[in-house]
């Protein structure tokens, strides 16, 4: 089986919020892109609503490229304490807390979830602006940290 780099992170040991950049790789043409874990609730202790992440899910799409706009993709982690985020280039976990907290605050003054139809998404009825408002308000009041371990 070929190898997983967030298998081998011992989910054991981390400290959640955090932001852990997790692989940084060039392409044949010299492109490099960063790739991080944007953990927002302990791994095996907590877990997000569906609609909980979805929503930010939606949210963070657009926030997120305010601040960052070499953004590739954001996306749910399928345990549902987290995000991965894909950028193009040298981006460092600071900016991507930057980004985080920026985005956080805007999902708060936030009173619709974007693209949240049937044109739009692929399962719009499973969304929550007031669970959106829950988990972002969460873990700004924690903070997220560049160090990843307990
Ligand atoms: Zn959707």
């Given at each position: 089986?070929?190898?997983?780099?967030?298998?081998?992170?011992?989910?054991?040991?981390?400290?959640?919020?955090?932001?852990?950049?997790?692989?940084?790789?060039?392409?044949?043409?010299?492109?490099?892109?960063s790739?991080?874990?944007?953990?927002?609730?302990?791994?095996?202790?907590?877990?997000?609503?569906?609609?909980?992440?979805?929503?930010?899910?939606?949210?963070?799409?657009?926030?997120?490229?305010?601040?960052?706009?070499?953004?590739?993709?954001?996306?749910?982690?399928g345990?549902?304490?987290?995000?991965?985020?894909?950028?193009?280039?040298?981006?460092?976990?600071?900016?991507?807390?930057?980004?985080?907290?920026?985005?956080?605050?805007?999902?708060?003054?936030?009173?619709?979830?974007?693209?949240?139809?049937?044109?739009?998404c692929?399962?719009?009825?499973?969304?929550?602006?007031?669970?959106?408002?829950?988990?972002?308000?969460?873990?700004?009041?924690?903070?997220?940290?560049?160090?990843?371990?307990?």
């Amino acid at each position: 089986m070929v190898k997983v780099e967030s298998f081998s992170l011992d989910h054991t040991k981390v400290k959640a919020p955090y932001v852990r950049k997790c692989g940084a790789q060039k392409g044949v043409n010299g492109d490099s892109i960063s790739k991080f874990d944007l953990r927002f609730l302990q791994p095996n202790e907590e877990v997000m609503p569906t609609a909980a992440i979805h929503s930010l899910e939606h949210l963070l799409a657009g926030f997120m490229r305010e601040k960052i706009d070499t953004i590739i993709d954001i996306s749910p982690m399928g345990c549902r304490t987290g995000f991965y985020l894909t950028a193009w280039g040298e981006v460092e976990v600071e900016d991507v807390i930057e980004a985080l907290e920026y985005s956080l605050n805007k999902v708060l003054d936030t009173e619709e979830v974007p693209a949240a139809n049937e044109l739009q998404c692929g399962n719009y009825r499973d969304h929550s602006i007031e669970l959106a408002h829950e988990y972002a308000n969460k873990a700004i009041k924690k903070g997220f940290s560049s160090e990843i371990f307990k």
